[in-house]
């Protein structure tokens, strides 16, 4: 391990009946000494957070992989973060439930860009790059209002910074007591792009942005079963500055569409399974089309600011994989303003549903979606039809759940990608989780998480990861668990295989301490790089 031999301590103050300190104090044998602090917090009714920092003075910052990318670290290495979220009601919430405006604080600054990675792994695996946001929102009955600021706080992490952006939706809402109903969006701030250390060209310009859009809806049913919503939409974006000049830019869009579904459903009301919780049987099949057609706009996307835009990342095997999977279909629910341009296609698509009684309401034992785009007009290496993509949401009981996510290429007769997980329960006595992140040439990705109960004090859990595309084993953990009359007691060994690192070993024992409230060796607190 690059840790060595070492020794990590949490220890918990409370400091005040809504105010709680936790010292870390570290060492290890291959890095030096090194410490923290952190403060939870609750202030009100509803408002909560901490403040977290944490200092090292670390002998070896360089692995293998930082000197073949000639990284210059330093020695001095450190994290600081702050939380805070706030819940106010305010006198014109009008007949929102709980509080409608919401302050949610979260801003990070770090040494280096490894220092997560190299002191507190499993939280450098949810968040690689976190990003810092200080975020005002006010919730109506019909409409949401917000103001988001998000600087480069760390110079070295790529950034589309906002400073700020206000946002104002509305939600579907019918215009009296006409069959019309409008929704609409509109977006202002000033932004700028940081491209921190990854020289990507997409994070380029600065520019004052407004983008509204707004659209109509009118729905009907025909002929008593078919479900009509014919919509129209129309906005606008201005831009301060083009990449092709200082000069202002505006653009203009223009969107007509409409959706038809119906439904086909069968009831098999005598069908009885007490055993798996069966009253009554229903099937639903819910066949849809979705007309969409956006003409090209007078500025091209070439002509601006790609701000929010669509990105997309390089797989092993060559290939570019978008991170937005799939397109919304309506304009409104867009998030990538900048990249709208010339649209035109249809979606096509069959939702399906298996229905139980359960507590006199219904239950939704299975549900099964999938859809794909017939391209009525096409872009430079666009195909006739999309991939086909498809969701499945498994609930046949309360302790055994199922969901999976696929995408199948027509072109090639191949399966592209596809994301699952399982999880089935003993209720307290044992637990078993599996998952499966398969991306075509690039990774096949299975992952097991075990819980037993093996009596009342001892619990084992392991966790696996394993890529069969090229046969990496890239994670093992075994923890097992004590538990006495004073304290929590942990054994566990960890492998972590690496292809660009050194592989990683690691031993540990852990303690927490219960029988005194205001001081504890907490090791929740303690990351040793479990997934």
Avoid: C
């Amino acid at each position: 391990s690059r840790w060595g031999f070492f020794a990590l301590t949490s220890t918990r103050f409370r400091l005040a009946p809504r105010a709680q300190l936790t010292v870390q104090v570290d060492g290890r044998t291959e890095r030096g000494a090194a410490g923290g602090a952190e403060i939870r917090y609750r202030m009100g009714a509803s408002g909560r957070g901490f403040l977290r920092g944490y200092y090292a003075q670390d002998e070896d910052p360089y692995d293998r992989l930082d000197r073949a990318q000639g990284k210059d670290l330093d020695a001095e290495r450190y994290r600081l973060q702050w939380q805070h979220w706030q819940d106010f009601r305010t006198p014109w919430r009008g007949e929102v439930a709980g509080g409608d405006l919401e302050l949610k604080i979260d801003l990070h600054r770090q040494s280096d860009t490894d220092v997560v990675d190299d002191f507190f792994p499993r939280e450098f695996r949810r968040e690689i790059e976190p990003q810092s946001v200080v975020d005002l929102t006010k919730r109506g009955e019909n409409y949401t209002v917000s103001v988001l600021t998000r600087p480069q706080f760390n110079e070295f992490f790529a950034e589309v910074e906002r400073l700020p952006e206000a946002t104002w939706a509305v939600n579907r809402t019918r215009i009296g007591e006409t069959p019309i109903f409008y929704e609409a969006v509109t977006r202002a701030g000033y932004l700028q792009s940081e491209p921190g250390d990854s020289a990507d060209p997409v994070f380029t310009g600065h520019a004052f942005r407004a983008y509204t859009f707004h659209q109509l809806l009118v729905p009907a049913r025909w002929f008593g079963w078919l479900a009509v919503v014919p919509r129209a939409g129309m906005g606008g974006a201005y831009y301060s500055d083009s990449p092709a000049s200082a000069e202002a830019v505006k653009r203009a869009l223009h969107h007509l569409g409409v959706e038809t579904s119906f439904k086909l459903s069968r009831t098999w009301a005598d069908a009885e399974n007490r055993r798996l919780g069966i009253d009554g049987l229903r099937h639903i099949v819910q066949p849809f089309a979705n007309y969409h057609w956006l003409p090209p706009s007078d500025n091209r996307t070439n002509e601006l600011w790609q701000f929010d835009t669509e990105r997309f990342v390089t797989l092993k095997g060559g290939d570019s994989l978008s991170l937005a999977r799939y397109l919304p279909v309506e304009i409104p629910s867009q998030t990538t303003i900048d990249a709208i341009d010339r649209q035109h296609f249809v979606r096509f698509g069959l939702r399906q549903k298996l229905q139980t009684r359960r507590d006199g309401a219904a239950w939704d034992l299975a549900e099964l979606e999938g859809w794909t785009d017939w391209r009525v007009e096409r872009r430079a290496g666009e195909d006739e039809f999309s991939d086909v993509f498809g969701t499945l949401r498994l609930r046949p009981t309360r302790w055994l759940s199922w969901d999976t996510f696929a995408r199948y290429g027509w072109q090639d007769d191949r399966l592209r990608e596809v994301n699952s997980a399982v999880r089935v329960s003993g209720g307290d006595r044992w637990a078993v989780g599996l998952g499966s992140r398969y991306l075509r040439d690039d990774s096949n990705l299975v992952l097991a998480d075990v819980a037993v109960r093996l009596g009342r004090r001892w619990v084992l859990q392991t966790f696996q990861r394993v890529d069969f595309e090229d046969g990496q084993w890239e994670s093992q953990d075994y923890v097992l668990r004590q538990e006495t009359h004073d304290w929590l007691i942990s054994y566990g060994f960890r492998h972590r295989s690496q292809r660009t690192k050194d592989d990683e070993f690691a031993v540990y024992f852990a303690v927490t301490l219960k029988a005194l409230p205001n001081i504890g060796l907490a090791v929740n607190q303690i990351d040793l790089g479990g997934d």
